[in-house]
């Protein structure tokens, strides 16, 4: 369908049923993605600086962290820029940019976290094998190629939504540009769209899903043969920080995208939690209960602190 549309800009209403707590979401928010770049920034720094966390499970980490500063900084500037008393509209490109942008990095994680799956697969169902077979040309495809599925999902949830027509309302009736809000908006019979829309949105993340579900049954099963209750504490520890961090960021999607009636203001609140909370929180859940990057860390916060007192 040829796009025959008119409108070059929108405009973003915010989180429903918000109106006068501007202020307080603005300062609530800002907290948020400081903490969120700071964190995750921290995290980047105590893997890079340390030669013992240069290893598989960590170079993923690390893209995760990666993510995790670019995935709220789609939409958060934008939010935090309005909430402070300036204006609401967005270009059409720059709505394109926010939908593309927040599908890639989300996707992209998905398949981050079934790539991280599958590597603790790998290191305790066949620890004698996991050097030869997540050597590092093996990370590299699998870290190319979880960027390279969340482009294409994104490209195509993109094309799907903006080759509508949008000739008529540029009002959004939400804090960003995402796909439902955005349909609301077109000038043409989205009933077909919508289908396809939630079969790709609901198809992406259930497979990965059923993959890692798959790496974590293998898991378990290798962890109750385990004989020493050290090991077995060890392999839970590590495990049991990637399982928070998979059920943060998977249920905001299925309560966003798959819930049969869609509520906005709950929408709203647990796409809020998916892109600045869980980002925030993620260093936290694979920092405390890591000995390891817990030592780096404090490595790197002293290594900071004697630069600061030298100034």
Excluded at 86 to 101: D, E, K, M, P, W
Excluded at 158 to 172: M, S
Excluded at 293 to 309: E, F, G, I, P, W
Aim: charged share 10%.
């Amino acid at each position: 369908m040829r796009n025959l549309s008119v409108v070059t800009q929108f405009v973003l209403l915010g989180i429903p049923h918000t109106e006068g707590l501007e202020t307080t979401l603005f300062v609530l928010f800002l907290c948020f993605y400081v903490f969120t770049l700071v964190g995750n920034l921290l995290i980047l720094l105590a893997i890079v600086s340390s030669t013992r966390l240069h290893t598989p499970m960590y170079f993923f980490l690390c893209q995760l962290s990666v993510c995790d500063v670019f995935f709220p900084s789609v939409s958060s500037p934008k939010m935090l820029f309005y909430l402070s008393g300036n204006s609401r509209v967005i270009s059409y490109a720059g709505c394109v940019c926010q939908l593309f942008f927040y599908h890639f990095l989300g996707c992209t994680e998905c398949f981050l976290y079934t790539v991280m799956a599958y590597d603790r697969f790998v290191a305790i169902c066949h620890p004698l094998r996991y050097s030869t077979i997540m050597n590092y040309k093996v990370c590299a495809v699998l870290a190319i190629g979880t960027s390279f599925f969340g482009s294409i999902q994104a490209t195509f949830l993109t094309t799907l939504t903006f080759q509508l027509p949008y000739c008529g309302p540029n009002v959004v009736d939400y804090y960003f540009c995402d796909i439902p809000a955005m349909l609301k908006l077109a000038c043409a019979d989205t009933s077909a769209l919508e289908v396809v829309g939630l079969i790709s949105v609901g198809l992406m993340p259930l497979s990965c899903f059923l993959l890692i579900l798959t790496s974590y049954s293998c898991i378990l099963c290798s962890i109750l043969k385990i004989q020493s209750a050290e090991g077995r504490h060890r392999a839970f520890s590590t495990c049991s920080a990637h399982l928070t961090a998979i059920l943060l960021a998977f249920m905001p999607v299925v309560l966003i995208y798959l819930q049969p009636t869609p509520n906005p203001w709950l929408n709203a609140a647990v796409q809020v939690l998916n892109n600045l909370v869980t980002p925030m929180l993620n260093p936290l859940i694979y920092s405390l209960r890591n000995k390891e990057v817990k030592s780096s860390l404090k490595k790197v916060v002293q290594q900071v602190s004697v630069l600061s007192k030298k100034r």
